[in-house]
């Protein structure tokens, strides 16, 4: 059981990222999903989480507007898209599930974690 985080890089100011959360062993379709990020000497952040259940998204001040988290269920797949990308977006995400069904964000516990991809915003 395993999440692969993918699709991380370098992005100018105003640029666009899609990370991918793939899951292995693990149906993303019947757990909440979220993307955390840590970038150096801060802490880790959620940025965006989606339930299985009603779907909704929920996101951090610092990216609603900007970010969309979706599934791609019959890839088994999460998705991040992050618009319009700001310097202080840089960070290494993580995609992260819940390890009860039909949970709900807000009572999630992140159990099971992927490795990470950096994000770089630079111009």
């Known amino acids: 059981v395993q999440l692969q985080a993918s699709g991380g890089g370098l992005a100018h100011p105003g640029g666009s990222l899609r990370l991918s959360c793939e899951g292995a062993?693990?149906?993303?379709?019947?757990?909440?999903i979220a993307w955390f990020r840590q970038a150096p000497g801060k802490e880790r952040e959620r940025v965006a989480c989606?339930?299985?259940?009603?779907?909704?998204?929920a996101y951090a001040d610092s990216v609603r507007g900007r970010f969309t988290i979706s599934r791609e269920d019959d890839k088994n797949i999460v998705n991040l898209q992050m618009n319009d990308l700001k310097p202080e977006d840089a960070a290494v995400y993580y995609c992260?599930?819940?390890?009860?069904?039909?949970?709900?964000?807000?009572?999630?516990?992140?159990?099971?974690w992927g490795q990470g991809t950096l994000v770089t915003v630079s111009s």
């Open positions: 992260a599930g819940d390890s009860v069904r039909w949970g709900i964000c807000s009572r999630a516990r992140w159990d099971l």
């Open positions: 062993g693990y149906n993303l379709a019947y757990y909440a």
């Open positions: 989606i339930s299985p259940t009603d779907r909704d998204a």
